[in-house]
């Protein structure tokens, strides 16, 4: 049975909410793929929210700075966060795909991607 997904913004900041715990709880304890990975995963929630409360139709998509290009025609200054999103998208394909070569992120990229991804939510929430 396939289950219809929410097209409701306030579900998706809701579990937006628990990747960025999730990522939070990961970093505090040295999982720094897996903090990255919710990171990116928080962020593609709460932009979507966003999107689908300006009328979106919901994809499935992954890339954030594709989400973040229909996110600044409502609010261009959103482009300021372009390179973090570009940054936080690596992190999902580092967690999700084998690479030849192990990612070498550093415990204060991680905490730097997790700033600016909280500053961004706090901008797609207020909104």
Request: hydrophobic share 35%; net charge negative; with cysteine.
């Amino acid at each position: 049975m396939r289950r219809e997904e929410s097209g409701y913004p306030q579900d998706w900041f809701r579990i937006g909410e628990r990747e960025l715990r999730r990522a939070e709880n990961l970093l505090a304890i040295g999982d720094l793929e897996g903090a990255g990975f919710n990171i990116q995963q928080a962020l593609e929630k709460y932009l979507k929210g966003y999107l689908l409360g300006r009328g979106w139709m919901l994809r499935r998509i992954h890339d954030l700075e594709t989400l973040l290009n229909e996110a600044v025609v409502f609010d261009p200054q959103l482009e300021e966060f372009r390179e973090e999103c570009r940054k936080i998208t690596q992190y999902y394909l580092e967690e999700r795909y084998p690479f030849t070569v192990s990612s070498e992120l550093t415990r204060a990229e991680v905490e730097e991607s997790l700033t600016a991804a909280k500053r961004m939510i706090d901008r797609l929430r207020s909104e």
